[in-house]
């Protein structure tokens, strides 16, 4: 069509269920069922041309209106716009407003509403809002790597940064301490909590977004990438009436995500669900979240001592990262409790070796380890563009595959928007604490000697990340970036 249909103000469309689907060779609307049908007359003469229709249940229906309105505003043609704002013109948006039916005009408020809507649409997890003496500089991490979106002037900094600790409900006083706060907004329907960080830096405050989606809460372990022997050994320990199950691997690996999947798993209405986490990242019907707060000595020893005598069946502790958390989790195991937690190791053998650094007896840890589960992420390749190509000399020898044997490449497509790879998925490896590993553990043994054992049948991660090369699912290159540590063992 040659002139462009005028699209449907975003607050109709939501309130009336009625909304623009498509313009390919011919105008399509969307009704939500249950809508009036007569909003249709209003519609044709909107438009001023005839259109077919489609009904949508309300999910689908949402997820359209979503796509279809979420980048409304363009954020760089808006931050050019902000330079006559000022702080009076920050106050006044509620935190739980839907971001896409503002209809305040304010450039920086508009413009904040355009970063957070793109950052839902592209599936970021963290944004970063960065000052410089030459700029402002906006980053986007999408599955694991940053990327820049985004730069403005100088100046545009403290209002930017200004209208975000209002929403978050900082204080916009205080620029020389780090403050933390929350924003809930819902966004298209889709509810997100975005947990805000400050720090101040040489050039201003710099600001991290990070955003939780809360749709994730019910994630299963199936959705994790969690298979075979991993997910085996994982479900036989969750079954156990008692012990600890710990989860390893760097920051940004997924841990909390695999133990929200384990809680959502355990979460039957028969036992009595108690997490110490910092921060609670996702809210869970039926499990009973508290959050620390080291200000006011609520560490995660204290709150996990309080909640043992709220008669929990099932614990989970945000971080071992102390002597004292850990004995009170061994005794909390010891007690007949179910004890969740994450470890920062590299591995899932190395956990031992950090219970031991943390003075746990030997002894108590043979006796109530259960498993361990050690996980990283890998960027998935996009399954409509991915090309077969034979592996190069190099990769096929730090991966162990034959040179010439067909691996895949990120090529990039619209579907993908030109990066090759959609969303993540997990790798993992387990160990399960049987009676060798007990009396290896008693004994002393070092990490070689566990493993070897731990891993004569079950898969390493290096192992588990090779298969997801073979089946398609990674490039070696991103297999190779997991495993690097392993290789450099050997």
Do not use: W
Not at 360 to 377: C, D, G, I, M
Not at 456 to 485: C, D
């Amino acid at each position: 069509m040659d002139t462009p249909l005028p699209d449907l103000p975003y607050g109709f469309a939501r309130t009336h269920g009625v909304a623009i689907a498509n313009t390919d060779g011919g105008v399509e609307v969307a009704l939500r069922a249950g809508a009036d049908p007569t909003v249709l007359i209003e519609v044709r003469r909107h438009l001023g041309c005839s259109f077919t229709l489609r009904r949508l249940d309300p999910t689908d229906f949402d997820r359209l209106l979503h796509e279809r309105y979420a980048m409304d505003e363009s954020a760089a043609g808006l931050a050019g716009s902000i330079e006559g704002a000022d702080l009076d013109s920050l106050a006044g948006m509620p935190s739980a407003e839907d971001l896409l039916d503002s209809a305040d005009d304010a450039p920086v408020i508009r413009l904040i509403n355009s970063v957070l809507a793109e950052a839902v649409r592209l599936g970021v997890s963290d944004v970063h809002i960065e000052p410089y003496e030459s700029g402002l500089v906006v980053r986007m991490r999408v599955d694991g790597l940053l990327r820049e979106t985004l730069r403005m002037p100088p100046h545009v900094a403290p209002v930017v940064v200004s209208r975000i600790k209002v929403m978050a409900r900082l204080d916009i006083a205080e620029r020389r301490v780090p403050q933390d706060g929350r924003i809930g907004i819902t966004l298209g329907g889709r509810l997100l909590d975005v947990r805000v960080s400050t720090l101040p830096s040489r050039a201003g405050e710099r600001v991290v977004l990070r955003l939780l989606d809360k749709q994730q809460a019910g994630l299963k372990l199936e959705r994790t990438g969690l298979s075979g022997a991993a997910e085996d050994i994982l479900k036989e320990a969750l079954a156990e009436p008692n012990g600890i199950i710990l989860v390893t691997g760097p920051t940004g690996s997924g841990k909390t995500t695999t133990l929200y999947a384990c809680l959502s798993q355990l979460n039957d209405g028969s036992r009595n669900i108690l997490t110490v986490e910092d921060p609670v990242e996702y809210a869970i019907d039926g499990v009973g979240q508290t959050q620390v707060n080291a200000k006011v000595g609520m560490t995660f020893a204290t709150g996990l001592r309080a909640i043992l005598r709220q008669d929990p069946d099932v614990v989970m502790v945000g971080e071992i990262r102390d002597r004292e958390t850990a004995e009170i989790a061994v005794q909390a195991s010891l007690t007949g409790h179910l004890v969740l937690s994450t470890v920062h190791t590299n591995d899932a053998v190395g956990a031992i070796t950090r219970m031991r650094d943390m003075k746990v007896e030997p002894f108590l840890l043979a006796s109530t380890l259960r498993a361990v589960v050690a996980q990283r992420l890998v960027r998935r390749l996009c399954p409509d563009c991915r090309e077969a190509v034979p592996a190069e000399m190099g990769a096929a020898a730090l991966l162990g595959v034959r040179t010439g044997s067909i691996v895949y490449r990120a090529v990039g497509c619209g579907a993908c928007k030109g990066t090759g790879f959609a969303g993540r998925i997990g790798v993992f490896e387990a160990v399960r604490v049987d009676a060798t590993i007990r009396r290896l553990i008693n004994e002393g043994a070092d990490e070689a000697a566990i493993a070897r054992h731990a891993f004569a049948t079950a898969p390493t991660l290096s192992s588990a990340a090779l298969a997801l090369v073979q089946a398609g699912e990674t490039t070696p290159e991103e297999a190779i970036r997991v495993s690097r540590r392993e290789a450099d063992n050997a």
